[in-house]
């Protein structure tokens, strides 16, 4: 059965912004409601367009994922060289990311961390869940941007791992701070998006060594 949520978010657009590209590698603004890599259903992703846009490349192009919901900032690898040695960058977290969001409800403290192990909840697939026995170590450093009208906060999440889910499930836990990000269908309620976007990536390059910025700002 196809999956009606991959249908109205699929993005008309085959165009994907590069911010950044050199022979090795490239950045690009992954829009909302596009898959980073192929699904069950044939619907387009990251690493169907960068396959067609760089058909010479000998290694996986897709270094990391974002949820199909969130947009903002991927790296591509051109050559396997260059992928086998973002994802070891990526593993050993010295890839400094962060994330801007919008929340529901207003967040007291100006800055702090969330520290809450996460799992897949068995019962209730895609959704995670904390768990203190079985979740695997989770944390998220943050810093209020903005708090708007007395009913939301502008956010910026720098996330110390990367599982799967984790920001949304740091934002809405009652544990975490309690204020769902908006537009989250699993931890919160729907909206036109989900105010989620990655905003800022720095990492060594693979080849020259030197260290790599990349900014690009959300739309909202």
């Given at each position: 059965?196809?999956?009606?949520?991959?249908k109205?978010?699929?993005?008309p657009?085959?165009?994907?912004?590069?911010?950044?590209?050199?022979?090795?590698?490239s950045?690009?603004?992954?829009?909302?409601?596009?898959?980073?890599?192929?699904?069950?259903?044939?619907?387009?992703?990251?690493?169907?367009?960068?396959?067609?846009?760089?058909?010479?490349?000998?290694?996986?192009?897709?270094?990391?994922?974002l949820?199909?919901a969130?947009?903002g900032?991927?790296?591509?690898?051109?050559?396997?060289?260059?992928?086998?040695?973002?994802?070891?960058?990526?593993?050993?977290?010295?890839?400094?990311?962060?994330y801007?969001?919008?929340?529901?409800?207003?967040?007291?403290?100006?800055?702090?961390t969330v520290?809450?192990?996460?799992?897949?909840?068995?019962?209730?697939?895609?959704?995670?869940?904390?768990?203190?026995?079985?979740?695997?170590?989770?944390?998220?450093d943050?810093?209020?941007?903005?708090?708007?009208?007395?009913?939301?906060?502008?956010?910026?999440f720098y996330?110390?791992?990367?599982?799967?889910h984790?920001?949304?499930?740091?934002?809405a836990?009652?544990?975490?701070?309690?204020?769902?990000i908006?537009?989250?269908?699993l931890?919160?309620?729907?909206?036109?998006?989900?105010?989620?976007?990655?905003?800022?990536?720095?990492?060594?390059?693979?080849?020259?060594?030197?260290?790599?910025?990349?900014?690009k700002?959300?739309?909202?």
């Open positions: 059965e196809e999956n009606p949520m991959l109205r978010m699929q993005v657009s085959q165009n994907l912004e590069i911010v950044y590209e050199d022979p090795w590698l950045v690009i603004n992954k829009p909302a409601g596009m898959l980073s890599v192929p699904g069950k259903e044939d619907a387009v992703s990251v690493y169907s367009l960068m396959r067609e846009q760089y058909p010479e490349a000998d290694g996986p192009l897709t270094v990391h994922r949820d199909m969130t947009s900032l991927m790296l591509i690898a051109k050559t396997k060289r260059v992928h086998q040695n973002l994802q070891a960058q990526f593993k050993n977290r010295l890839v400094r990311k962060r801007v969001a919008l929340l529901e409800g207003i967040v007291p403290k100006d800055k702090g520290d809450l192990p996460l799992c897949l909840n068995p019962l209730d697939r895609p959704r995670q869940m904390v768990h203190t026995e079985h979740g695997k170590p989770a944390i998220t943050y810093q209020v941007l903005e708090r708007l009208d007395g009913k939301r906060t502008r956010i910026a996330p110390r791992t990367g599982r799967t984790q920001l949304r499930i740091h934002a836990h009652p544990l975490g701070l309690h204020c769902p908006i537009g989250d269908e931890y919160g309620e729907k909206a036109d998006r989900l105010y989620l976007h990655a905003e800022y990536l720095e990492f060594t390059h693979p080849i020259t060594g030197e260290t790599v910025r990349i900014t700002e959300a739309e909202f």
